[in-house]
């Protein structure tokens, strides 16, 4: 199991299949391999992680892409290559949250500097194992009376 943590105001575009992919940074663990299967989640924030009542599972469904990314001042590499197509470039930076690929390079510089090294990866909502419902629903605290 591999778990991706989305930004909340994201949370409706994953359960709708509107959104089906996702940049990360490289960290200490192994990002996915396709056909894993993604736990595709929001409101997955340290110290509680799983157990906070703003965590919700939105989807679980195979990796279909898995490839590292640089983005850099002057480029966007995809498994190494360059990726001239500028329109992609901003659809990628939509689907993402961003309105441009601008601000898309823009954060990722002010959140870990540039170059920044990362992965590309990509699910099936079509072939999801489980998908949330819409509206999530907060979770109630349970203070163990009852």
Request: charged letters at 25%; proline letters at 5%; aromatic letters at 8%.
């Amino acid at each position: 199991m591999v778990a991706y943590n989305v930004d909340e105001r994201l949370a409706r575009d994953v359960i709708f299949g509107v959104k089906a992919s996702i940049l990360k940074s490289h960290g200490k663990r192994r990002h996915a391999a396709v056909g894993d299967l993604l736990h595709i989640c929001c409101g997955n924030l340290p110290p509680l992680y799983g157990r906070s009542e703003r965590y919700h599972r939105l989807m679980v469904a195979p990796c279909t892409l898995s490839i590292p990314v640089t983005i850099t001042e002057t480029a966007f590499l995809r498994d190494g290559e360059s990726d001239p197509q500028g329109c992609r470039l901003e659809l990628m930076a939509q689907a993402e949250g961003f309105a441009t690929y601008a601000a898309l390079r823009e954060h990722y510089d002010r959140m870990d500097g540039l170059p920044w090294y990362g992965q590309l990866l990509r699910w099936d909502p079509r072939k999801a194992e489980f998908r949330a419902q819409w509206p999530l629903i907060e979770r109630v605290a349970d203070d163990g009376e009852g």
